[in-house]
């Protein structure tokens, strides 16, 4: 194990999530790593050049760690799956009066962005749907660069700790956007997943490494809770959807004001994702292959049409399952809120569990705390 890690030397053990698709600005990242907590800045869906820039002016903003999120490529989907999915939505698509997009698979620029990071090192890389070589690891490490892995399941645990990660990111059931599981296997879809508290038991089992808990933690006290259950921080998504430094869309916005529930769907980008329920959601899921990232350029066109006239029934609402506690607060005071809030929490639970039954006894036998 790696030692002097980041996590060691944070003030405030609050991760933000990286949140790819919009919500994820220099700003939001900046804030949180000035607040004391670890801002993550979100690679997905963004040409290697735009995540320079990004970059650049997360830097201009702070002088505090950063880290940065990418997607681990997959492989392409049979496109029969593809063109029967693109016929069912042709209702959809007409109603909204826009074209579907072109299902082509994609990389995300995956080489080239490899190469900035070298080039121009973060604290922190860490990956989503799958694990790199180690021999990436390892060209990161001579960086400068710590590695973290998102895992959703103990044998993604042990694989990562073999590659050579330095953290392991445990993304739990609840959690909202995609799930960051390294195959996306429809099979499986039946075990619905593994919910944070229990996956962070099972992966410690597995791996001797900082863990990072991730997954419907919407207050304080679920903070406490992970930190608790051998966490070395929180990461958050949700609760920083509503912060005024992200770029979450106003339909988004207002969709998590509300109380509907959210569920697991491919319908939108072909991957598993949980997001609010809504009519396109409701509609697709059942017939929705998984072929990530061609179904994603596939609706783009409809989600983008969405957002623009503000139709919530268009678009990826992603939420994890506790969206409803959210907060619009900048994301600096919500950083130091739920701190002083996991605070509290804890010392509640160490007064609820009293003292070790060695010094009760010796109280008792001292006859201090008698009437
Ligand atoms: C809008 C949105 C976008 C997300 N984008 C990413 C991403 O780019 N990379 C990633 O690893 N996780 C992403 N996630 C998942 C988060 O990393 C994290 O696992 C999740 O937000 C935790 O659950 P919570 O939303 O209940 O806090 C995203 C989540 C949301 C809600």
Redesign the pocket.
Known sequence: MRHDLILDRLAVPIVL????????TSELTAAVSNAGGFG?L????LAASVLAERLEGTRTLTEAPIGV???VPGTPAPPQAVDAYAARLADDIRQAGVELGAARFDDDDWAAKLELLIATPVAVV????GCPEPEVIDRLHDAGSEVWV?VTGPDEARLAVDAGADAL?V??A?????R?SFRDEPAEDLTGGIGLLSLLQLVRAQADLPLVA?????TGRAVAAVLAAGAAAA???????GCPEAG?AAV?RQALAGRAPTAMTRAFTGRL???IRNRFLDRHSTAAPAAYPEVHHLTAPLRQAGRTTGDPELV?L??????ELGRQLPAGQLVLTLAEEARAALQQAQERLGPPAETAAEQEGSGAGRP
């Open positions: 999530a990286p949140l790819a698709g919009g919500p994820s993550f979100a690679a997905g869906y999120n990418l997607f860490s990956f989503t749907f998102t990111v993304q739990g609840e959690a909202g956007g995609h960051a991730t997954g419907g933690i919407g990461q958050l998504g949700t609760a920083f959807l979450t988004h994702a949980r997001g990826n992603w939420a994890g399952q506790t969206y």
